[in-house]
């Protein structure tokens, strides 16, 4: 299967530091959930146990699940690792989507069609 999400060199570097915390990490998952105001968030999680109906591939390294049930919200995503912020500056995971069609204000939530 080709993969369906891309993870940046920032990105994979994060989330093997965050492996090395807890050998028992078998993957990282990307998922999605209705939320927010604008309808679906990014689910990003390391985990111990694999889900039956989880899509399984690796990238750069790293096993990545993605829920069945997301799938068709994830395709082609690249995960990246940023800091935002002016002066004390915050880490974190962005995700661009091409399926997203409008985002939230705040921008924690999504849409698409």
């Known amino acids: 299967m080709k993969n369906t999400i891309s993870l940046t060199d920032s990105a994979a570097e994060h989330i093997k530091e965050l492996f090395q915390k807890n050998s028992a990490n078998v993957g990282f998952r990307l998922s999605i959930k209705k939320t927010g105001c604008s309808g679906y968030s990014y689910v990003p ?21 993605i829920d069945a049930e997301s799938i068709s919200f994830l395709k082609d995503v690249v995960v990246d690792y940023v800091s935002d912020g002016v002066g004390l500056k915050q880490r974190r995971l962005v995700f661009i989507n091409p399926n997203e069609k409008a985002r939230c204000g705040c921008g924690e939530s999504f849409t698409v069609d």
């Open 45 to 65: 999680a390391l985990i111990e146990k694999i889900n039956e109906s989880d899509i399984y591939f690796l990238e750069k390294g790293i096993p990545i699940f």
